[in-house]
Each structure stands twice: as C-alpha cells, then as structure tokens.
C-alpha cells in the first residue's frame, strides 16, 4: 500500500489550496479514505473522510471551508481548501484503515499559511 500527497505550500490567509494523494496496492473504489493533519507543537488532527461511494463528512472546523473528494479512475482523494486561516498550518497527511488494526498514512505535506 502507498499513499502520496501532493500539492502543499505557502499560500496568504485567505487563499486556497488542493491537496492530492494519489494511492495503490489496494482496492480503491471500496476503501473510505481521510485527510488528517499535524500543527506545529500539536498533537493529531483529522480533517475530514470520504466513503467509497463518494460521501464526504468533515470536522465542524472545517465544514463550509473544506471539500473531500475522490477519482477512482485515478486512484487519487483530494482535499480542496479554501478561506485558508493561519491556524490551518500543519503537515497534512492522507490515511487508510483497512481493518480496525491495520492503517496506512503517506509521508505528509506542509501546508503553511502566512501573510
């Protein structure tokens, strides 16, 4: 299994980004996926999920900001974020549980937002 995320930077308060994470060795179209994320000094974040058929759910900080989405053509969930706040700055990483015991996490982004 390998997840790789893609697509973090610099960005101004305000503005947007679209994070990728593009994935294989496992059976995509039936997995649910997630976005999670680390600020600095801060424990682990999640963000938000996405179910194989396509319905997304988010934590309350980033409903309204935020949107999950996923090409199983492509084997790629991404992460659309908008409204960027400098609270948002953190490593962001994309993660699988295939069962209860076994996950996977890719390497993380940096996404960081500052004027």
């Known amino acids: 299994v390998q997840l790789v995320e893609s697509g973090g930077g610099w960005v101004q308060p305000g503005g947007s980004l679209r994070l990728s994470c593009a994935t294989s060795?496992?059976?995509?179209?039936?997995?649910?996926l997630n976005w999670a994320r680390q600020a600095p000094g801060k424990g682990l974040e999640w963000v938000a999920g996405?179910?194989?058929?396509?319905?997304?759910y988010y934590a309350d900080s980033m409903k309204g900001r935020f949107t999950i989405s996923r090409d199983n053509a492509k084997n790629t969930v991404y992460l659309q974020m908008n409204s960027l706040k400098s609270d948002d700055t953190a490593i962001y990483y994309c993660?699988?549980?295939?069962?209860?015991?076994?996950?996977?996490w890719g390497q993380g982004t940096q996404v960081t937002v500052s004027s």
């Open positions: 996405i179910y194989s058929e396509g319905t997304g």
């Open positions: 993660a699988l549980a295939l069962t209860p015991i076994e996950s996977y």
């Open positions: 060795g496992f059976t995509f179209n039936r997995s649910a």
